[in-house]
């Protein structure tokens, strides 16, 4: 079975990743967090919690997670590559690929996660669940 690659980044600092098979841009369809959130960034809890309640992110992850499983299912062997953006790539995105990456490691999937804008976070660069350093951004 093929390995999923999720990729978080922000529209203001470069496009989506030229190997991305699937990019989700989140910039017109969900706003930026709230703006009693000033300065905070993914992971902070709030701002998790805050992008995950907005209406419609739910649905989007999972469909996510859908259309990579259908990637994957795919008589393909080369790893499925997921790239989530927003503006800035702190806050939305980062959530979003987080969220679709535990969903598909909860149905067995070995999946990569990291965050282009996010490099000093510690999701970046490596696979949580598995343990395995993710591809280079």
Do not use: K, W
Request: with cysteine.
């Amino acid at each position: 079975m093929q390995d999923v690659h999720v990729i978080s980044f922000g529209y203001l600092h470069g496009d989506a990743p030229d190997d991305a098979h699937l990019v989700a841009d989140l910039r017109d369809h969900f706003l930026n967090p709230a703006p009693h959130l000033p300065n905070l960034v993914f992971p902070d809890a709030r701002v998790r919690e805050h992008v995950l309640a907005t209406p419609g992110v739910s649905a989007l992850a999972e469909a996510l997670v859908a259309a990579a499983e259908a990637l994957v299912a795919g008589p393909g062997t080369e790893d499925v590559v997921l790239a989530v953006g927003c503006s800035g790539g702190e806050h939305r995105a980062p959530t979003v690929a987080r969220d679709v990456a535990e969903r598909l490691r909860g149905r067995g999937h070995t999946v990569d996660l990291a965050h282009r804008e996010l490099r000093g976070h510690a999701d970046h660069g490596q696979d949580r669940g598995e343990g395995r350093p993710a591809r280079p951004v």
